[in-house]
């Protein structure tokens, strides 16, 4: 089963905007990892965030973590036409993960 | 990073037959990987967690005899679809944590397999 919602599903904008990404899960966690998928293709490791960390950042990424909401975002700054891709949060325990819907980011040149 | 294959990446076979497709991680040892299956435009589902030396795991709703799963060697884990139908179509992933990873959940993805059932 899905751990939870991510909004929005589909984001649509222009290069060198910023993209903002959420996703909510259900249980309790020990860290949320964000992932990026191109089409047909398979994932790849962006930023993993750990249950008692608030705000964490990779180059053009930030992520935040609310485990009050059960809730974490991710922001991509300065978008390019190369971030276009599906982007999915995962929590998991034991190492099986459980992957959010995910949001499909298109940035237009 | 720790780099994962698959073979073959993409398949496509008659309803009725079975498809091999292999997961292994080419510089590390994983005594423990585990296989995803993708429909298009949704997100991925893990469907069973493959074990070195033991039967694998399936998640609800997996039929494991439908879905083999053998973990023949520390880099290498096969998952056999038999009797291929068309709604077995899909992105097949496997994953696979380095072994004793500090943080159990780094878990590094192979590139998929689309098999395609006609």
């Known amino acids: 089963s899905q751990q939870g919602e991510e909004d929005p599903q589909a984001l649509s904008i222009q290069e060198g905007e910023n993209a903002t990404m959420n996703c909510s899960y259900k249980?309790?966690?020990?860290?949320l990892q964000w992932y990026r998928q191109n089409s047909g293709r398979g994932l790849v490791h962006l930023i993993l965030i750990r249950s008692n960390e608030r705000e964490k950042h990779s180059g053009r990424l930030r992520v935040t973590l609310d485990t009050s909401k059960k809730s974490s975002s991710l922001l991509i700054t300065a978008s390019r036409a190369a971030d276009t891709a599906s982007y999915f949060c995962a929590t998991g325990g034991t190492g099986k993960l459980i992957f959010g819907q995910g949001t499909t980011l298109q940035v237009k040149p | 990073g720790a780099v994962v294959s698959q073979h073959p990446s993409w398949v496509i076979c008659k309803s009725g037959t079975s498809v091999k497709i292999e997961c292994r991680s080419l510089d590390f040892q994983a005594t423990t990987m585990f296989w995803y299956r993708q429909f298009p435009k949704q997100s991925l589902m893990l469907m069973a967690t493959s074990n070195e030396g033991s039967k694998a795991t399936y998640e609800q709703g997996v039929e494991k005899d439908k879905f083999l799963i053998n973990h023949a060697s520390l880099t290498l884990s096969t998952l056999t679809v038999t009797s291929a139908h068309p709604e077995d179509s899909s992105f097949y992933i496997c994953?696979?944590?380095?072994?004793?990873?500090?943080?159990?959940?780094?878990?590094?993805f192979g590139p998929g397999t689309r098999l395609t059932v006609l």
């Open positions: 249980t309790s966690i020990n860290n």
């Open positions: 994953s696979a944590p380095p072994r004793g990873a500090v943080a159990y959940n780094e878990q590094f």
